[in-house]
């Protein structure tokens, strides 16, 4: 079989392929998303997801790294894509697909910086959001409905943890992700058989209540869960 020519595409944007990323972040019992301010064209004002075009010559997933690289100087997360979106009207004046991907991302982790193309980035809850341009509004729900579902069939909310954490911590996290609160004993109960922590034999420093014991994740049991999925329904 001959071998295929390798194509030499140029460093324009394809103005009919756009790629939207929705970045979770968790903070004192909060679950955020992270949203950037259109600096320019028909939606300047507005709120969106960090997103713009995909090039002739980058793959898809550079171009996700690019885009929020350039606009929030957020690097080094893991994006997974998540669906595509491609209604005819979603976008005025022409047609326009879109490639979403998300993330969840320990926010000690993150430093934002609004990039030249829009005028801020910020963490907004993710139940108190503004209104967000094109179908963003849409993409961000169905994706926050996938992280429900999802959290509760394999151990990723670890993910929007700092390495070390409390059994609270774990707790408020599943409550901001689910929206509901949880009865602890048997919140705790279904942890232990799981077997996915370590104790880290520490406790919090500098607090100003009781200080409570500390706990990693075990990265064996993770990655298997990860691999096989769970039921964890709450």
């Known amino acids: 079989m001959p071998l295929q020519k390798k194509m030499n595409f140029s460093d324009e944007i394809i103005d009919a392929i756009s790629v939207d990323c929705v970045v979770f972040g968790f903070k004192h019992g909060i679950l955020y998303a992270l949203l950037v301010k259109h600096g320019q064209g028909v939606t300047k004002g507005e709120w969106a997801l960090p997103g713009s075009w995909v090039k002739y010559n980058e793959d898809i997933e550079a171009s996700a790294y690019r885009i929020l690289k350039a606009q929030t100087s957020v690097t080094k997360i893991y994006l997974e894509q998540f669906q595509t979106f491609g209604e005819v009207n979603r976008y005025p004046s022409k047609r326009v697909i879109t490639i979403s991907y998300y993330a969840l991302v320990n926010t000690e982790d993150i430093e934002l910086h609004a990039g030249v193309t829009v005028s801020d980035a910020q963490w907004f809850d993710v139940r108190k959001l503004p209104k967000m341009a094109f179908d963003h509004r849409k993409i961000l729900d169905k994706c926050f409905t996938f992280l429900k579902h999802k959290i509760q069939h394999e151990p990723i909310g670890f993910n929007l943890l700092p390495e070390k954490f409390t059994l ?67």
Do not use: W
């Not at 949880?182 to 705790?188: E, G, T, V």
């Not at 406790?203 to 964890?232: C, M, P, W």
């Open 168 to 234: 609270l911590d774990l707790q408020e996290l599943y409550e901001a992700i689910l929206g509901k609160q949880l009865d602890k004993s048997n919140f705790r109960r279904k942890l232990a058989k799981m077997n996915l922590l370590v104790p880290c034999n520490e406790i919090q420093q500098n607090v100003a209540h009781r200080a409570a014991k500390l706990f990693r994740f075990d990265k064996k049991v993770y990655d298997k869960l990860t691999e096989k999925g769970f039921s964890f329904e709450l």
